[in-house]
């Protein structure tokens, strides 16, 4: 069963930067697919980006194209989301998440792990 911690959320004014990472442990994880999901105060769970095992392809929401990008470092176990251009609706708690589902992966039920989740925080 792997276990996945995020890290990185805060509050940053709008235009600003964050990245996220999330680390996993007890497992194997170059065999999971990983996805990046947010919820907004009042919102579901909503896809942001996905990356596949080998991290060869990646996939990401409209709202956040050309200004996010994930990544994943396999030797380490983390998977990372690197924010820019930040705007108040990208404020919202966070989630890594890991499937053995062939990706893109848009979908919470294609996770069979999930992270507790971050808290990101975008002043305008």
């Known amino acids: 069963q792997v276990q996945l911690i995020e890290s990185g959320g805060g509050l940053v004014q709008a235009g600003g930067s964050l990245r996220l990472s999330c680390a996993a442990s007890?497992?194997?994880?170059?065999?999971?697919?990983m996805g990046w999901f947010r919820r907004a105060p009042g919102k579901n769970r909503e896809f942001v980006a996905s990356?596949?095992?080998?991290?060869?392809?990646?996939y990401y929401a409209d709202s956040v194209k050309g200004r996010f990008t994930i990544s994943r470092d396999n030797a380490k176990n983390t998977v990372s989301l690197q924010m820019n251009s930040l705007k108040s609706e990208d404020t919202a708690v966070y989630y890594c998440?890991?499937?053995?589902?062939?990706?893109?992966?848009?979908?919470?039920?294609?996770?069979?792990?999930w992270g507790q989740g971050t808290q990101v925080t975008v002043s305008s």
């Open positions: 998440a890991a499937g053995l589902t062939v990706l893109p992966g848009v979908r919470t039920y294609d996770y069979s792990y």
């Open positions: 007890r497992g194997t994880f170059s065999s999971y697919g």
């Open positions: 990356i596949t095992r080998s991290g060869d392809s990646t």
